[in-house]
T-cell receptor, first 115, second 114 residues
Framework: KAGVTQTPRYLIKTRGQQVTLSCSPISGHRSVSWYQQTPGQGLQFLFEYFSETQRNKGNFPGRFSGRQFSNSRSEMNVSTLELGDSALYLC??????????????FGSGTQLSVL | AQSVTQLDSQVPVFEEAPVELRCNYSSSVSVYLFWYVQYPNQGLQLLLKYLSGSTLVKSINGFEAEFNKSQTSFHLRKPSVHISDTAEYFCAVSDSGSARQLTFGSGTQLTVLP
């Protein structure tokens, strides 16, 4: 069974551009969440999706958005990129929301560099 | 808002020595605590978690963590480490009843030396 797949693995953009990152969950998983990992801030929750609906959103500006498709694949978009958006973006999937007993499976991430 | 502090960014230790990775969180009415591990070139994996009940929780590979409410801590310990324990360890807290909406610490890189 394939794990969580994130593409691309690495991405270089310049300030002001926009970027789209993709996450394919484990087959059968319908819940996807996104996180930003930076050396200074650590890991921060961005948002989560289930059945194509955003369930929760972290404390990030509106430039960060996402969506989920009917096949559970998810994309996140960052518009008007800033230098501080350089980070590793992680995606995690699970079968469905199960509260605290939910088991998350993380992908290896997309490393975004903004120049 | 919750915050998690991992004071040690790097912890080098010799093989078979004991180790403690420290984690403190900001106080809240109810918190649920997690330790995640990220091995080189792999995704994050849940190591152990405290939801309720016994304050001492254990993982299958010999790590344990103790929830201390009075000290708002959830330190991770192992009595004897192996080379294969080399990884980055993240402490995380949830106060929302969700295993997804986590506040993570900045991580501790554990390096086990031969």
């Amino acid at each position: 069974k394939a794990g969580v797949t994130q593409t691309p693995r690495y991405l270089i953009k310049t300030r002001g551009q926009q970027v789209t990152l993709s996450c394919s969950p484990i087959s059968g998983h319908r819940s996807v969440s996104w996180y930003q990992q930076t050396p200074g801030q650590g890991l921060q929750f961005l948002f989560e999706y289930f059945s194509e609906t955003q369930r929760n959103k972290g404390n990030f500006p509106g430039r960060f958005s996402g969506r989920q498709f009917s096949n559970s694949r998810s994309e996140m978009n960052v518009s008007t990129l800033e230098l501080g958006d350089s980070a590793l973006y992680l995606c995690a999937s699970s079968l469905e929301p199960q509260g605290l007993n939910e088991k998350l499976f993380f992908g290896s991430g997309t490393q975004l560099s903004v120049l | 808002a919750q915050s998690v502090t991992q004071l040690d960014s790097q912890v080098p230790v010799f093989e078979e020595a004991p180790v403690e990775l420290r984690c403190n969180y900001s106080s809240s009415v109810s918190v649920y605590l997690f330790w995640y591990v990220q091995y080189p070139n792999q995704g994050l994996q849940l190591l152990l978690k405290y939801l309720s009940g016994s304050t001492l929780v254990k993982s299958i590979n010999g790590f344990e963590a103790e929830f201390n409410k009075s000290q708002t801590s959830f330190h991770l310990r192992k009595p004897s480490v192996h080379i294969s324990d080399t990884a980055e360890y993240f402490c995380a807290v949830s106060d929302s009843g969700s295993a997804r909406q986590l506040t993570f610490g900045s991580g501790t890189q554990l390096t086990v030396l031969p």
